[in-house]
């Protein structure tokens, strides 16, 4: 995943907004995506967008996609401690999926 | 329960040995991808299959090998095992050849060599 960047810690109160961000080279990728790892689980997809939109929200998640600055990011509102759990970003780059190392996001009450 | 089956879920083995891990595709889906996760590497891309015949290879050792059979399901053969191959491996699928709305992931089967 040495082609997306994202950081590897965030920790956030529960009920703030958590946001992870993500940078990617590739500026053909058609699909961006996140995804979410919870502990002795595999990887869930929680959404994607399109790479010729800027922004698409699902309930409590917001992805903001900036394809001039190639930077994808993923709000969470109303964190829950049910949402500690890495998430991973990815581009499709031809026929697969690249991943970023993943944001370990821990919850605190 | 996401329609991606890995068996077995733990193994553990010697150094030197081989070991085949299991995977059946989600109901459907024709392309299946392997994946290695390991804390040092994070999540490499090993090989994709599509209906059966090979459609893209990653970071995939010599060692390694894998096949998707005519009912669809895969097997990623490991042999001469390492330390360094200790991680978790994961099957996802797809239903075409590309990736595009994403993959569906199975568990993840946790190899342990020792």
């Known amino acids: 995943g040495e082609d997306v960047e994202q950081s590897l810690f965030l920790s956030v109160r529960e009920g703030d907004s958590s946001v992870i961000n993500c940078t990617y080279t590739d500026s053909s990728s058609t699909y961006l995506y996140w995804y979410k790892q919870e502990p002795g689980a595999g990887l869930q997809l929680l959404t994607y967008i399109f790479s010729n939109m800027d922004m698409k929200q699902d309930q409590r998640l917001t992805v903001l996609l900036n394809k001039k600055d190639k930077h994808l990011s993923l709000r969470i509102a109303d964190t829950q401690t049910g949402d500690s759990a890495i998430y991973f970003c990815a581009e499709s780059k031809d026929y697969k999926l690249s991943f970023g190392a993943g944001t370990t996001v821990t919850v605190r009450a | 329960d996401s329609g991606v089956t890995q068996t077995p879920k733990h193994l553990i083995t010697a150094t030197g040995q081989r070991v085949t891990l299991r995977c059946s595709p989600r109901s459907g889906d024709l392309s299946v991808y392997w994946y290695q996760q390991s804390l040092d590497q994070g999540l490499q891309f090993l090989i994709q299959?599509?209906?059966?015949?090979?459609?893209a290879k990653g970071n995939i050792l010599e060692r390694f090998s894998a096949q998707q059979f005519p009912d669809l399901h895969s097997e990623l053969n490991l042999s001469s095992l390492e330390l360094g191959d200790s991680a978790l491996y994961f099957c996802?699928?797809?239903?075409?050849?590309?990736?595009?709305?994403?993959?569906?992931f199975g568990s993840g089967t946790r190899l342990t060599v020792v």
């Open positions: 299959y599509y209906n059966g015949e090979e459609r």
């Open positions: 996802a699928s797809s239903g075409t050849g590309r990736a595009n709305y994403g993959y569906t």
